[in-house]
């Protein structure tokens, strides 16, 4: 899916660079998956 987001560029970077993520779209969708288990452990 494609989609068009507005992020500051400071904080892509820093994940960026936590991750070791090449692409900011394997960024936001190693935070998507990040976000889910945290939600999912919690119930």
Do not use: F, G
Request: hydrophobic share 35%.
């Amino acid at each position: 899916m494609r989609t068009t987001l507005d992020l500051p560029q400071d904080l892509i970077e820093e994940a960026m660079r936590l991750t070791h993520a090449e692409t900011t779209t394997d960024v936001i969708k190693i935070a998507l998956e990040n976000l889910i288990q945290k939600k999912k452990s919690k119930t």
